[in-house]
């Protein structure tokens, strides 16, 4: 999941990508955003793809800072944001070693912190620190793994979906899979896609600078996750993680 990957998904980035706006149903992340939201505030959003999240940022705040590792993308959400003045649109790659950041009052992270690469994660929560002000507010959503092990766990004791079965071709790959799984990397799409912890994630921000103030369960309908959900399938729902932390 370099910046080749999500240049080459851009083009049909609707198609190929999970839209969290859209899918949260409960509006919890709309709620956390507006909850810090000012008109005397900043915000970057950290990993902005094609700009789903900027009408609402761009309303709610003085300045939008929209920043992605992707220039294609960024150029498809300058053309889709254009009517918002207020936001400035910065090639970025936050796994980077060193970098130039705009900080801001608060920042918005969601579901960019994906890579299996454990140095580039590591630089990438290093970045977030520096990416706020003094004080300032981490909206991050990440996924989760406690909700792809049940989710796993269902359709294999339930036969859930034939095309939830895993197609491991090669000895290399059935390696790769075990040693990705102790990591918490598992396959979305055939695409190793880092998934988090709540306790791991609480660890992660604390050790790079922040206060954890809530992780709560972004909750999806089954619909996401099989093609035919058994009936009998109700909650919990799956889920991502949604953090709200503090820079100390
Ligand atoms: C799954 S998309 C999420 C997009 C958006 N936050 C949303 O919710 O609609 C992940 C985005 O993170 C960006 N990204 C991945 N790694 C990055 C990095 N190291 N630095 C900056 N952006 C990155 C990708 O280019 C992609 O646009």
Redesign the pocket.
């Known amino acids: ?1 370099d ?1 080749n990957y ?1 240049e080459r ?2 083009p049909n ?1 609707s198609e190929e ?5 859209k899918n949260d149903a409960s509006g919890k992340i709309v709620g956390a955003i507006e909850e810090v939201a000012s008109k005397e505030k900043t915000v970057t ?6 700009g ?2 900027i009408p609402l940022l761009a309303t709610a705040f003085k300045y939008v800072v929209a ?4 220039a294609i ?1 960024l150029d498809i959400a300058k053309e889709k944001c254009k009517d918002y003045p207020n936001v400035e649109y910065q090639r ?5 070693y060193t970098l130039t950041v705009t900080p801001c009052d608060v920042a ?8 299996d690469n454990l140095k ?1 994660r590591i630089n ?1 929560f290093q970045s977030l620190n520096i990416c706020l002000n003094q004080g300032g507010t981490l909206i991050l ?1 990440v996924p989760s793994l406690e909700s792809k092990l049940y989710t796993n766990i269902i359709a294999n004791r339930w036969n859930v979906d034939d095309d939830h079965k895993e197609k491991i071709e090669s000895v290399e790959k059935a390696y790769a899979l075990a040693k990705n799984i102790k990591q918490g990397v598992t396959d979305i799409d055939n695409v190793p896609t880092k998934h988090y912890l709540k306790e791991e994630l609480e660890l992660l921000l604390k050790l790079d600078g922040f206060t954890v103030d809530r992780v709560e369960k972004i909750n999806y309908t089954w619909k996401t996750e099989f093609n035919n959900p058994p009936k009998w399938l109700d909650e919990p729902h799956p889920w991502d993680w949604m953090c709200v932390a503090r820079k100390d």
């Open positions: 999941m910046r999500w998904i851009a980035y990508i999970f839209d969290v706006l959003d950290i990993g902005c793809a094609i789903k999240w920043t992605d590792i992707s993308n970025m790659d936050m796994s980077a918005v992270c969601i579901n960019a912190i994906l890579t580039k990438f959503v």
